[in-house]
T-cell receptor, first 110, second 115 residues
């Protein structure tokens, strides 16, 4: 059974702090890794993707991938109350199969 | 606003009803997906179509029947559903594998309630 694990949270951080969201996956053949943000009652929105080991930065967001440890993370710098949402980690195994984690709820306190 | 639209946004149906969910993508993608999202559970992939051909069918009960008449449209036909089928049904689209990263873009979803 291919799995993607995330801490369900809630993760609570003060405004302006760094929020760190983590994800582990079980399939070593996984090819691409995605972070989606989902506001309550809305659909998932793609934030970032990464497919090579290391860091990838986009504005306040940094995705980190460590394939040896089967670990992917998302850092949000200068967290804002508008970042409060559920963050879904998704792993593409190959072909059309993408497995999603259950998500981590983030709460940014003003 | 995304390039993937879904109708209806909300649906309440009885267990004996027949209804259909519709999805349309305006992104020029050639793969479309149906997912089920239940509370506090990961998204469950139901069906995948690529170039109008079904390529994934994840042990979904036969009371859910997909249809993909062309690469821009996807339907999910529902009949004799159960209360446990109540969930958010999400449509997504992407390019087919081998043509890039294949990130998926989601529609707004249909909130389905089965009475």
């Amino acid at each position: 059974q291919k799995e993607v694990e995330q801490n369900s949270g809630p993760l609570s951080v003060p405004e302006g702090a760094i929020a760190s969201l983590n994800c582990t996956y079980s399939d070593r053949g996984s090819q691409s890794f995605f972070w989606y943000r989902q506001y309550s009652g809305k659909s998932p929105e793609l934030i970032m993707f990464i497919y090579s080991n290391g860091d990838k930065e986009d504005g306040r967001f940094t995705a980190q991938l460590n394939k040896a440890s089967q670990y992917v993370s998302l850092l949000i710098r200068d967290s804002q109350p508008s970042d409060s949402a559920t963050y879904l980690c998704a792993v593409r195994l190959g072909g059309f199969k993408t497995i999603f984690g259950a998500g981590t709820r983030l709460f940014v306190k003003a | 606003e995304t390039g993937v639209t879904q109708t209806p946004r909300h649906l309440v149906m009885g267990m004996t009803n027949k209804k259909s969910l519709k999805c349309e993508q305006h992104l020029g993608h050639n793969a479309m997906y149906w997912y089920k999202q239940s509370a506090k559970k990961p998204l469950e992939l139901m069906f995948v179509y690529s170039l109008e051909e079904r390529v994934e069918n994840n042990s979904v009960p036969s009371r859910f029947s997909p249809e993909c008449p062309n690469s821009s449209h996807l339907f999910l036909h529902l009949h004799t559903l159960q209360p446990e089928d109540s969930a958010l049904y999400l449509c997504a689209s992407s390019q087919a594998p081998g043509t890039g990263i294949n990130e998926q873009f989601f529609g707004p979803g249909t909130r389905l309630t089965v009475l």
